[in-house]
């Protein structure tokens, strides 16, 4: 059974540094892994999404990476703003149905 | 904006009335998804469809949830005798099919009085 971890739970860092989130999955067979940001009470905005093929993927200041033997994703988030308070949520493909979450990394960048 | 549209956003009720929520996929979109969401969890997934054929269900569907999406184009998510274990986030997405990327909605929040 696929199960997705992040670590941490929970982060807080002043604005300005960069920061790396973390994901681990249990299962290697995957066609894709996605991060995702979800603010309080709404809903998901993808942010980036790595195919299984693939090493990592960039958008502006975010950088996710992918090792899939590994089981392990990274998000970096360079020169972190307040606006990036966010929960982040790691996410896999195992199969062409459902999406597989993590429970998140709730992160608040403090100004 | 014609992205995926969820109503109501938010719905209190009380424990053992009947809930129903809506979600209106993007055009085009011949999947449609159903995930719900508790408190510091991620989404789970729930069920999903293939035009207007239901094709998987989690066994976190139980018999008092049902969905339909009679024409392949919205759907809707029915809960009976709804529980105060039932309070939760109720996210939809939609996709074009296959691995493609699944865009979600902004959810229907539910609480149970």
């Known amino acids: 059974k696929q199960e997705v971890t992040q670590i941490p739970a929970a982060l807080s860092v002043p604005e300005g540094e960069n920061l790396v989130l973390n994901c681990s999955f249990t299962?290697?067979?995957?066609?894709?892994l996605q991060w995702f940001r979800q603010d309080p009470g709404k809903g998901l905005t993808s942010l980036l999404l790595i195919q299984s093929s693939q090493r990592e993927q960039t958008s502006g200041r975010l950088n996710a990476s992918l090792d899939k033997s590994s089981g392990r994703s990274t998000l970096y988030i360079a020169a972190s703003q307040p606006g990036d308070s966010a929960t982040y949520l790691c996410a896999v493909r195992p199969g062409d149905d459902k999406i597989i979450f993590g429970k998140g990394t709730r992160l608040h960048i403090l100004p | 904006d014609t992205g995926v549209s969820q109503d109501p956003r938010h719905k209190i009720t009380k424990r053992g009335q009947n809930v129903t929520f809506r979600c209106d996929p993007i055009?085009?979109?011949?999947?449609l998804y159903w995930y719900r969401q508790t408190l510091g969890q991620g989404p789970e997934f729930l069920t999903y469809?293939?035009?207007?054929?239901?094709?998987?269900k989690s066994r976190l569907l139980s018999d008092r949830f049902s969905a339909e999406r009679p024409k392949g184009s919205f759907s809707t998510l029915e809960i009976q005798r709804t529980e105060q274990g039932d309070s939760a986030m109720y996210l939809c997405a939609s996709s074009l099919g296959g691995i493609q990327p699944q865009h979600f909605g902004d959810g229907t929040r539910l609480s149970i009085l």
């Open positions: 055009s085009e979109h011949n999947r």
């Open positions: 299962d290697s067979a995957i066609y894709n």
């Open positions: 469809f293939q035009n207007e054929a239901q094709l998987e």
